[in-house]
């Protein structure tokens, strides 16, 4: 299947909605994490605390209950972690390819698709994913994954791989940054055509070498989320 047929199947979805249904649209506010936000240059973005503050500022002063967005944006938090810190500007990696949704540790994840449990894994570099899962979709014999990055230690508890996941079935809960990677609690959610040999972990970040590839690969998580 094309790149631009795929994206047209993951638009033709109604997904369940990620964080809990009745949190209306209108609750989620697009926010910009971008090195290029003016706003967040008075940041310390090395501290999850500081970040935290400034993101449920951001969410109260619009009333909102959930911040979402970053995909493809270029992020300075990365730099904080030598997980993803490299000197070249070329294979710097600290561009998002998923989407992730800030809101409180312990905020229910819900499956948006049917499918199964691919891998799950506890991710415990500095900035990395912590608690991790991974889905596999086989929907009308396309097969693709979805990730969900910073959970909580529970969400792993009792899972198995190969078990069947339906649709708005909760999988996880958000973890706190104690577990998470050292972040505000938050969602990252991305979808995966060709996983590789990759287990409870796939890259969230690439660097400009990588955009084309990785743009291919995982595309806007939004056709799919519709937020
Ligand atoms: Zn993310």
């Not at 948006?112 to 929907?139: A, E, Q, R, V």
């Not at 660097?207 to 590839?213: A, P, V």
Request: hydrophobic content about 35%; proline content about 5%; glycine content about 8%.
């Amino acid at each position: 299947m094309s790149v631009s047929n795929f994206e047209g199947f993951l638009k033709s979805f109604k997904p369940h909605p990620l964080v809990d249904s009745s949190i209306s649209p209108s609750d989620f506010i697009h926010i910009n994490l971008s090195l290029h936000n003016f706003n967040l240059s008075a940041v310390d973005i090395s501290s999850s605390n500081e970040l935290q503050q400034f993101i449920w500022k951001y969410i109260a002063i619009h009333q909102a209950k959930v911040a979402y967005g970053g995909y493809l944006e270029q992020r300075g938090i990365y730099r904080r972690s030598t997980y993803f810190n490299r000197t070249n500007h070329e294979t710097e990696r600290n561009i998002h390819l998923g989407l992730d949704l800030w809101s409180e540790a312990n905020t229910p994840i819900f499956a948006p698709l049917n499918g199964t449990i691919h891998s799950f894994k506890n991710n415990t570099n500095h900035g990395g994913y912590g608690p991790t899962i991974i889905l596999k979709h086989d929907i009308n014999d396309v097969v693709f994954y979805t990730l969900y990055g910073h959970l909580s230690l529970e969400s792993l508890w009792q899972l198995e791989v190969g078990v069947e996941v339906k649709q708005g079935e909760q999988i996880a809960t958000l973890g706190t940054a104690e577990v998470n990677g050292d972040y505000p609690p938050h969602l990252h959610f991305q979808i995966i055509r060709d996983i590789q040999n990759y287990k409870g972990d796939y890259p969230g970040v690439c660097s400009k070498q990588g955009i084309e590839f990785y743009k291919q690969n995982c595309p806007d998580p939004n056709l799919l989320l519709k937020i």
